[in-house]
């Protein structure tokens, strides 16, 4: 069964830097487009970034120029690079393969506080 398994997260203090990893299993990067989505307590899972089979990018407004999405297709790897990170980017963050009704990650928790 195709997985997704996502490494990376922890704590940073506001204004540093994390980068979340996610390893695909299952040969699925190579069908479908990747994303990363976050969720914080309280909130709905929101859409962070796209990254398309021919790597075309995509962002939320409120991350772009702060997040960038990335992929190693040699490695079915996916990345998300986050820098300058603030309070507020504290969630549960997902990497996903096809969409909401696709393949999930398990999730890792980003915690940006000082």
């Known amino acids: 069964q195709a997985q997704l398994v996502q490494s990376g997260g922890g704590l940073v203090q506001p204004g540093g830097s994390l980068r979340l990893s996610c390893v695909d299993s299952?040969?699925?990067?190579?069908?479908?487009?990747a994303n990363w989505y976050r969720q914080a307590p309280g909130n709905q899972r929101e859409w962070l970034a796209e990254?398309?089979?021919?790597?075309?990018?995509s962002y939320a407004d409120f991350v772009k120029g702060r997040f960038t999405i990335s992929r190693d297709n040699a490695k079915n790897m996916l990345y998300l690079q986050m820098n300058s990170l603030k309070p507020d980017d504290t969630a549960v963050y997902y990497c996903?393969?096809?969409?909401?009704?696709?393949?999930w990650g398990q999730g890792t928790q980003v915690t940006v506080s000082s």
């Open positions: 996903n393969a096809g969409g909401s009704l696709g393949h």
């Open positions: 299952g040969n699925i990067f190579s069908i479908y487009d």
């Open positions: 990254i398309t089979r021919g790597s075309s990018t």
